[in-house]
């Protein structure tokens, strides 16, 4: 097993777990500084900053090294004949990204964007009165820094995008691009071979080891009805299940590690690390696209692009990077000084999956926490790539439930289960890292200590609210303005409170629950102490001060037909009324799918390098 080697990230992590005492601190320092010697860059492409100054044109520049833009560049580069360049604002993935169990130190850190939701009517217990939105800075971009869920959603939301005239994305015509990524590694029967494959360079995991938590969660969910799943990524996704995960030989299978990592030495592929993409360009006085500006170390790039340029930034970047390049809504771009290429509504149809968490806890030994036990999991997993360290167990469990038709087959809400050791706080901060105020993050540290705290998460699946996101000013190191709009739409909260009586506070009531020692527990917030707990106006302030983003945002950049006034896409992901310009991201969703948006960002990003590669070679046969 191998990690990048970064002194100043091994020293963050050492700094993260100081509370646990300087023993254990200078044992990490020690484990850290020998597997440096192991390992170190040379998994990842090398920065080609100076190869693209000698000849800076390419065939296609694709920005973005996230979950689909490294997917992207894999596949066009295929193409022995095409130079493919690679843009990525941050840089190689670092020890914390590739512990599978520490996922949750990468957040504000360095390799995060670190963005936040603008104040509204929910995320109030927040410092800032907006929600947390933690975004992969880093080659694998969001890949490398989430709990690694392996969620394809539901067949109906690719159904419903055909539906809404976007040819060529119904379930059964994307199903293969799911399949053509997948090294599946578990069971794999007749039936599974319907839905999976075994020849992709992303390594699927299939749990077979649940442990304590895992199974009491399960027993408690067959016991409130929902069934007990083999595979939600199959003919079915109802039910409950220990989620498959993107790990290999006991390490995050990012894209990074899956898709650019085996193609390091490509000859056609070059990959520039820490560059910003700051505009895309066009020819004078035309709408063709010419290619990108590069800020990287204090100066401007321009690199040309001689067929596209596919922006891959995600939810957030994409449409910045679009509307400071003169494509989004007039009015706005105008009020920013920002000359108008395109009138396109870039920025509209922001969706995401919030959740709400309640929590259940039972004592426990807060010596699991000790410098001992803590420095033996990382020897372990050091030494011999086992132990608590190598997966993300015992946080593997998901649900998929109606909560208005128990027979439905389209979900619409998602449980996660976080578990928590005792008096976690001292080594990981979960609350503060999302910038939660004192109050609900003192409240949390009195449930954990001496307490196992089970999180279980609410998660609104198909949001009906809308929000949106517009430039803060024309500089491109600025956060844009994100405005989240969370429960906008009454309907969303309704759903959630509808998730907690039906699932969540009946927990409690179970057998697998009561023999466990799990007790409801309730935050004590002054907001909502005048309301008898679990009423409706209860849940409601619950919801509206301790709201979480899932990490799911998308349809920024909305896909759609000619009729669809909100579309910025075709469905072939061309950016209208503009030639050579192509985005290839979650931005595209015309609605955020009912389940993990990872997979399927994948997905997006298989198909569209697919319809680029039709696109041109067919060209290049006609000619």
């Known amino acids: 097993m191998s990690w990048a080697c970064d002194p100043s990230v091994t020293s963050m992590i050492v700094d993260t777990y100081q509370a646990a005492g300087p023993l254990f601190a200078q044992t990490l320092q020690t484990i850290f500084a020998a597997q440096c010697a192991l390992v170190g860059d040379h998994i990842w492409p090398d920065d080609a900053t100076n190869a693209v100054l000698q000849d800076p044109n390419y065939d296609f520049i694709v920005v973005g090294a996230g979950s689909a833009g490294a997917v992207v560049a894999n596949r066009l580069s295929e193409v022995p ?44 217990g927040y410092k800032t009165k907006g929600c947390y939105w933690p975004r992969g800075k880093v080659l694998g971009g969001c ?10 959603a539901n067949k109906a939301d690719y159904d ?93 299978h990012s894209t990074a590690r899956a898709f650019l990592a085996p193609i390091k030495d490509r000859k056609n592929l070059h990959v520039i690390k820490h560059g910003l993409v700051t505009k895309v360009l066009f020819n004078p006085g035309t709408k063709t696209v010419k290619g990108v500006q590069i800020h990287k ?43 108008v290429v395109a009138d396109l509504p870039v920025g509209e149809n922001l969706q995401d999956h919030l959740f709400v968490p309640l929590f259940y806890k039972m004592p426990g030994d807060s ?56 008096s976690v706080s001292g080594m990981l901060d979960v609350f503060e890292k999302h910038n939660l105020g004192d109050e609900v993050y003192q409240e949390f540290k009195k449930i954990n200590k001496d307490n196992f705290v089970i999180m279980v998460y609410n998660v609104l699946l198909h949001p009906k609210s809308k929000g949106k996101i517009i430039l ?69 302030c619950i919801s509206r001060e301790v ?7 998308t349809s920024t950049v909305k896909m759609g037909p000619k009729s669809d006034k909100e579309a910025v896409v075709d469905p072939e992901l061309k950016v209208r009324g503009i030639t050579g310009l192509r985005v290839i991201d979650a931005s595209i969703m015309p609605f ?11 997905m997006i990003g298989e198909k569209g390098a697919d319809m680029i590669k039709n696109t041109w070679l067919n060209k290049h046969s006609e000619l």
């Open 297 to 339: 170390d204090g100066k401007d790039i321009i690199v040309n692009a001689k067929k596209e340029v596919i922006v891959s930034g995600g939810a957030i970047n994409s449409p910045q990077i679009l509307m400071l390049s003169g494509i989004g809504p007039k009015k706005h771009l105008q009020d920013m000084n920002i000359e």
């Open 143 to 152: 890949s490398s820094i989430n709990g690694m869920f392996y969620v394809r």
């Open 472 to 540: 803060n000013s024309k500089n491109p190191m600025e956060h844009p303005l994100i405005y989240a709009n969370y429960f906008k739409e009454s309907e969303d909260l309704e759903t959630i409170l509808r998730a907690m009586r039906q699932f969540t506070l009946k927990l409690g009531s179970t057998k697998a629950f009561k023999e466990a020692g799990l007790e409801l527990q309730w935050l004590d917030i002054e907001a909502c102490n005048g309301f008898e707990v679990a009423s409706d106006e209860h849940l409601e």
């Open 367 to 422: 010596e699991l926490t000790s410098v001992k036990n803590i420095a033996s999991a990382f020897a372990e997993y050091f030494l011999k790539g086992t132990g608590v360290l190598n997966g993300t167990h015992p946080h593997r469990v998901i649900t998929f439930m109606n909560t208005l038709d128990p027979t439905s087959s389209i979900p619409d809400i998602e449980h996660h289960f976080m578990v928590l050791v005792p």
């Open 592 to 602: 955020v799918v009912r389940g993990n948006t990872n997979a399927p960002t994948i």
């Open 81 to 124: 004949e095409w130079k493919v360049l690679l843009v990525e604002a941050g840089g190689n993935p670092t020890l914390a990204t590739e512990i599978p169990q520490i996922f949750y130190n990468s957040l504000k850190t360095p390799i995060d964007w670190g963005y936040s939701t603008q104040p509204q009517d929910a995320c109030r």
């Open 160 to 252: 419903e995008w055909a539906a809404y005239g976007n040819y060529g994305w119904s379930y059964d015509e994307v199903l293969p691009y799911f399949m053509k990524s997948e090294n599946f590694t578990g069971e794999y029967t007749d039936e599974r071979k319907k839905y999976h494959n075994q020849d992709g360079p992303l390594h699927i995991i299939e749990p077979n080891d649940p442990n304590f938590f895992e199974q009491t969660i399960i027993k408690a969910g067959v016991e409130l009805g929902l069934t007990n799943s083999n595979d939600i990524n199959g003919d079915s996704q109802m039910g409950i299940i220990a989620a498959h995960s993107n790990i290999k030989d006991s390490v995050r």
């Open 547 to 553: 709201t979480f983003s899932l990490y799911h945002p």
